[in-house]
């Protein structure tokens, strides 16, 4: 059977933005369904998905590389002016991304391999970089909402960001989960903070178009006790560089990412939990952090 190249229209966060590829790879996307958006309105940005490899007359100079968990990552730019970025799961390549400097178009090809996971990586970096500018970020954590608010649990990977979430579900009424790897962080122009949930939720499949004004964000620490304490604008700022990424070899980007942190941690009360996995971490931290809701 053949398919037809199609586009579909998306909005998160406020920011519309469109896929391009086969019928067939944009019926599969069912995360991104909550957000579809039948009117075009203005993009933010346009990725494309080809399901081939890239064909370029032009010298691909690497920037940066990392690995984190089972993710080899590299990234750079071409000899013509464009920025790209490859990706690697468990030690298999999956996708290659081609955008121009702005963020504005990219391309996203696959290699055929986890292809869900490709096209979601392409995305969050093509969303990521594509916003920055408008003091938007995704940002790595499990968040819940309560009472109309929502809270952010951050830390490092293993440090119980889910568990600390599903205890909240647990124990105290009213409360539900907005998404559990990478919502969306948006500071308006009136200075509100809103976090939006997004088509990115990690294993935990939480795709919910919703949003809350942010009341505060927590970082975790495995203890064996159990302690909150406010941090102080240095300790929040490092807490944040952790859990929002972006180029920050990249000055623009780098510019867009401070900016964003700095209005976070002047705004919002960040604290850290020093706990157990336990019913009376959650309650301490409820009790704490929605003091003043």
């Given at each position: 059977m053949k398919y037809e190249i199609k586009q579909n229209h998306y909005i998160v966060a406020g920011h519309s933005f469109t896929i391009e590829a086969d019928e067939m790879i944009l019926n599969k996307l069912s995360e991104y369904e909550p957000f579809r958006d039948e009117v075009q309105k203005e993009d933010v940005f346009k990725?494309?998905?080809?399901?081939?490899?890239?064909?370029?007359?032009?010298?691909?100079?690497?920037?940066n590389q990392w690995e984190r968990d089972n993710t080899s990552s590299i990234c750079g730019h071409t000899s013509d002016g464009h920025f790209f970025f490859k990706y690697q799961w468990q030690h298999k390549p999956i996708v290659c991304l081609i955008t121009d400097q702005q963020y504005t178009r990219g391309t996203a090809y696959l290699t055929g391999y986890e292809p869900t996971l490709a096209i979601n990586m392409a995305m969050i970096v093509l969303y990521s970089h594509a916003t920055a500018h408008l003091m938007t970020t995704i940002i790595h954590t499990s968040a819940i909402a309560y009472k109309q608010h929502a809270y952010l649990f951050i830390g490092l990977s293993g440090t119980g960001k889910s568990t600390h979430s599903q205890l909240w579900l647990s124990n105290i009424n009213d409360t539900s989960l907005i998404n559990d790897d990478k919502p969306v962080i948006r500071i308006h122009e009136n200075g509100r903070i809103m976090l939006y949930g997004s088509p990115w939720s990690g294993k935990l499949k939480c795709y919910r178009n919703v949003s809350y004004p942010?009341?505060?964000?927590?970082?975790?620490?495995?203890?064996?006790?159990?302690?909150?304490?406010?941090?102080?604008?240095?300790?929040?700022?490092?807490?944040?560089?952790?859990?929002?990424?972006?180029?920050?070899?990249?000055?623009?980007?780098?510019?867009?990412?401070?900016?964003?942190?700095?209005?976070?941690?002047?705004?919002?009360?960040?604290?850290?939990?020093?706990?157990?996995?336990?019913?009376?971490?959650?309650?301490?931290?409820?009790?704490t952090i929605t003091e003043n809701i």
């Amino acid at each position: 059977m053949k398919y037809e190249i199609k586009q579909n229209h998306y909005i998160v966060a406020g920011h519309s933005f469109t896929i391009e590829a086969d019928e067939m790879i944009l019926n599969k996307l069912s995360e991104y369904e909550p957000f579809r958006d039948e009117v075009q309105k203005e993009d933010v940005f346009k990725m494309t998905i080809k399901t081939s490899s890239p064909n370029l007359n032009t010298k691909m100079i690497v920037d940066n590389q990392w690995e984190r968990d089972n993710t080899s990552s590299i990234c750079g730019h071409t000899s013509d002016g464009h920025f790209f970025f490859k990706y690697q799961w468990q030690h298999k390549p999956i996708v290659c991304l081609i955008t121009d400097q702005q963020y504005t178009r990219g391309t996203a090809y696959l290699t055929g391999y986890e292809p869900t996971l490709a096209i979601n990586m392409a995305m969050i970096v093509l969303y990521s970089h594509a916003t920055a500018h408008l003091m938007t970020t995704i940002i790595h954590t499990s968040a819940i909402a309560y009472k109309q608010h929502a809270y952010l649990f951050i830390g490092l990977s293993g440090t119980g960001k889910s568990t600390h979430s599903q205890l909240w579900l647990s124990n105290i009424n009213d409360t539900s989960l907005i998404n559990d790897d990478k919502p969306v962080i948006r500071i308006h122009e009136n200075g509100r903070i809103m976090l939006y949930g997004s088509p990115w939720s990690g294993k935990l499949k939480c795709y919910r178009n919703v949003s809350y004004p942010v009341g505060a964000i927590v970082k975790l620490k495995q203890a064996a006790y159990n302690k909150i304490s406010k941090l102080n604008k240095i300790e929040a700022y490092v807490a944040l560089l952790h859990c929002i990424y972006g180029k920050r070899w990249d000055k623009s980007i780098a510019d867009a990412l401070h900016n964003i942190e700095c209005t976070l941690v002047d705004t919002l009360p960040i604290y850290q939990l020093e706990c157990l996995p336990d019913k009376e971490a959650a309650l301490l931290c409820k009790e704490t952090i929605t003091e003043n809701i």
